[in-house]
């Protein structure tokens, strides 16, 4: 008989979630302070989603405030509207070419905030490149005379008289005069004449310099200065130095540039997208909180509060960071709503397989969590490397879909990992571990279930499928109905106009026609009710005067239209967003193979890169058979590094349960082919899962999104569809394949020669 005080098991979790009632009557106090806790978490959690939302204000008289994170976020153009423009810089090939350019850029900024456009950005990108952001307007032609117009320098003597111009400095440089910093000058022929008259007559005085009618400088003359060249001393270091030897040299441009692009967006589009995308990212996180609820009862209910604390986290970051929440940025906000629940579905997978070997519900939790862990990072890391490589190769919005997208990996892996971890264990505490059907459906034991004849292996008639839809794409294109190329790769100028009614498309091309364009433009109707108008031209000369002729010949048709956007794109950077588009897929594909060949095997890498080319070939194929709806643009190509970072997630899971099954293999003696379809059966739930959320959020922003949204949206379905598709039934198989092959293969048959001889002898 046993003695009342039995000796303590020594697994304190076994004593922490024992499911006796002599446990749970003594365990009241830790219950209790279990409910405590998560209780806490949750009003913090409440509160803070409060002062996101509506602000506030504290201290005394309401000195301090909060502002609401929606306020704080900085929007980009295409969300709030402006316009942006691209030049490039011409190399004069005298070594100056990098110190030019930050004149330039020095320049241009001056000049916009003169003119008052104080939140305008002008910044470096690339190498030769300028990027000028300016929003609230919508006229491109408002910023074009200004950044066309040289500025007007200027030296004033004491008195108010003018001294010289601009045109009297051949050059101003920074310089070291007794190891101290100064701006050294040289003037033309007739400034030096000039100069040296105004500096006899003012010795110990001083001379204003302005630029636009703002002084830049007031340096006091020590001496005449007669040779024509001199310097400005009193610098306080070489940063000023710099900063007003450029902006001496301002009154024209430092460096001869050419426009390559510029875009133009009203605000009202951008206001409209914005909403848009908020409704549809609402819905689809309504629904996917409600789906891990049901499908996964209490530990979904979990994941739903991780989801949540991961968009305050997220909207966190976004408020108090630099970081610009474009269009395509919202695009990853609501894809990161689908993706961040993936993480939590493949742990919750791998804890109902361990309850189903009659594991304890404590103990399946933490096997669950160990044997989820690989495949978690590893996911996640290959959609860092795509998201890292459209940063590399990205502009504009892309790049802020990239920002988004890899803060979004980050913040709901750290979710996943740790704050659902502990929410499951306070949860478990309070509910007790003797009920994992309250987390789970499961039961316990039971008869091996037979593999479904669709699982099983018809790889080589999967990929005769794929290789006839890629063929039937290949056929089309040649027969004149190709991929729809958007301006961003061809160059040339797309006009969006909303008419307010049905529009009959010749009577917009008579109005282009009479505006002087003698070619035949491209029109599509476009918007949810086709009253949006989408003008696509190569670019013309005196374009603003064009427009302005055209929107007048469309207003005596169709009075209450309105100019929504315009993108120009010239053939240089149309040529290199292609070059771009086909660096990055490559580079990203090159990363991948390398990472999963570092991690599972090189074997594991190629047919995972191969599945890659599946997916991606598809995706492009089924873009030939919508081409009506989509444009291959540099969205198309932010879609398609998406598919290539996301749909490698499922082939991750898979070849983790593989290597998983291959060490018993050989114990079951079974085929590699049957170790793949075995392994390809017992993650299809959580294949089949994490895709099901991450569609549930794309597909609700195409049903609800504006025009660009849907440009994005659909590649994005059809590759989450390609990518389930190679994952179970292609890429294991593949894998299998060039195992076998390998053998055969001496740079993969390691010791193959020692064994030849060895038999030879």
Request: proline residues 2%; hydrophobic residues 50%; glycine residues 10%.
């Amino acid at each position: 008989m046993a003695k009342p005080n039995a000796q303590k098991s020594k697994n304190p979790l076994s004593n922490a979630f024992s499911g006796n009632r002599a446990s749970r009557a003594g365990g009241m106090n830790k219950r209790t302070r279990n409910i405590v806790i998560l209780a806490a978490l949750l009003v913090v959690a409440a509160v803070v989603m409060t002062l996101a939302l509506t602000g506030a204000r504290f201290g005394p008289g309401g000195l301090y405030i909060l502002h609401p994170w929606a306020d704080v976020i900085n929007l980009g153009l295409d969300l709030r509207g402006g316009v942006y423009t691209v030049y490039r810089g011409i190399d004069p090939g005298d070594g100056t070419f990098d110190s030019l350019m930050d004149g330039t850029v020095n320049v241009l900024s001056n000049r916009l905030t003169a003119q008052g456009y104080t939140e305008a950005a002008v910044v470096r990108q690339g190498a030769d490149r300028i990027r000028i952001e300016i929003p609230a307007i919508s006229d491109p032609q408002e910023i074009l005379n200004i950044i066309g117009t040289p500025a007007v320098l200027q030296f004033y003597d004491a008195d108010g008289n003018l001294i010289m111009e601009g045109k009297d400095v051949k050059t101003a440089r920074a310089a070291l005069v007794d190891n101290q910093p100064v701006v050294a000058f040289e003037l033309t022929d007739e400034g030096a004449v000039k100069f040296s008259t105004a500096t006899q007559a003012n010795i110990g005085k001083t001379i204003s310099i302005q630029l636009d009618g703002r002084v830049i400088s007031s340096p006091r003359v020590n001496s005449a200065i007669t040779g024509g060249s001199g310097y400005i001393e009193g610098m306080s270091g070489a940063d000023e130095a710099n900063q007003l030897a450029l902006l001496i040299q301002s009154g024209a441009l430092p460096l001869t540039i050419e426009q390559l692009e510029v875009s133009a967006i009203s605000a009202t589009l951008g206001v409209e997208a914005l909403s848009r995308a908020v409704l549809a990212g609402a819905i689809a996180l309504a629904i996917i909180l409600i789906f891990m609820a049901v499908f996964y009862r209490l530990s979904g209910v979990v994941a739903d509060i991780a989801l949540i604390l991961y968009l305050l986290a997220f909207f966190f970051v976004l408020a108090n960071s630099m970081i610009q929440l474009t269009l395509a940025g919202v695009l990853g906000v609501v894809l990161g709503i689908g993706m961040a629940v993936d993480a939590n579905v493949v742990i919750f997978e791998r804890i109902k397989e361990e309850l189903r070997r009659g594991r304890p519900l404590t103990l399946a939790v933490r096997a669950g969590f160990s044997n989820a862990m690989s495949a978690v990072l590893d996911s996640n890391i290959t959609t860092l490397i795509a998201a890292f490589v459209l940063m590399i190769f990205g502009t504009g919005t892309v790049k802020g879909f990239a920002n988004t997208l890899a803060i979004s990996v980050v913040i709901s892996m750290i979710t996943a990992v740790f704050v659902t971890r502990g929410l499951l264990y306070l949860l478990i505490n309070i509910v007790g571990s003797d009920k994992p059907q309250l987390f789970a459906s499961v039961s316990v034991g039971g008869a091996k279930r037979a593999v479904p004849n669709f699982l099983r292996n018809h790889a080589r008639q999967c990929i005769i499928a794929v290789g006839a839809v890629v063929v039937v794409a290949l056929v089309m294109s040649v027969a004149g109905a190709g991929l729809n190329i958007g301006i961003d790769f061809t160059g040339g100028v797309l006009m969006k106009y909303e008419m307010g009614q049905e529009f009959d498309v010749d009577a917009v091309e008579r109005a282009v026609g009479e505006a002087g364009y003698e070619e035949a433009p491209q029109i599509a109707k476009s918007g949810a009710d086709g009253t949006e108008a989408q003008i696509r031209i190569k670019d013309v000369d005196g374009f603003d005067d064009f427009r302005a002729r055209l929107e007048e010949n469309m207003r005596a048709e169709y009075p209450d239209v309105k100019y929504l956007s315009v993108d120009r794109i010239g053939a240089v950077a149309g040529r290199q967003l292609v070059s771009n588009a086909i660096s990055s897929v490559l580079l990203a594909a090159a990363l991948m193979l390398v990472y999963i060949a570092i991690r599972f095997d090189l074997f594991s890498g190629m047919a995972a890169v191969i599945g890659l080319a599946i997916d991606v070939g598809v995706m492009v194929s089924f873009m030939v058979f919508f081409r009506s709806f989509v444009q291959i643009n540099s969205t198309f190509i932010a879609a398609c590094l998406t598919i290539v970072g996301y749909s490698i997630n499922n082939t991750i899971i898979l070849f983790d349960r593989i290597r998983e099954n291959q060490r018993k293999a050989d114990s079951r003696g079974s085929s590699r082919m049957e170790m793949v379809t075995l392994s390809v059966q017992e993650t299809i739930s959580r294949t089949t899962n994490t895709t099901l959320t991450t569609l549930i959020a794309i597909v609700t922003l195409y049903m609800l999104g504006v025009t660009s949204t849907r440009e994005f949206a659909l590649p994005l379905i059809v590759g989450i569809f390609g990518g389930l598709f190679s994952s179970t039934k292609i890429n294991g198989y593949v894998w299998a394949w060039l195992v076998e092959r390998g053998k055969s293969w001496r740079l993969f048959n390691k010791g193959s020669v020692a064994k030849k001889a060895a038999k030879r002898a």
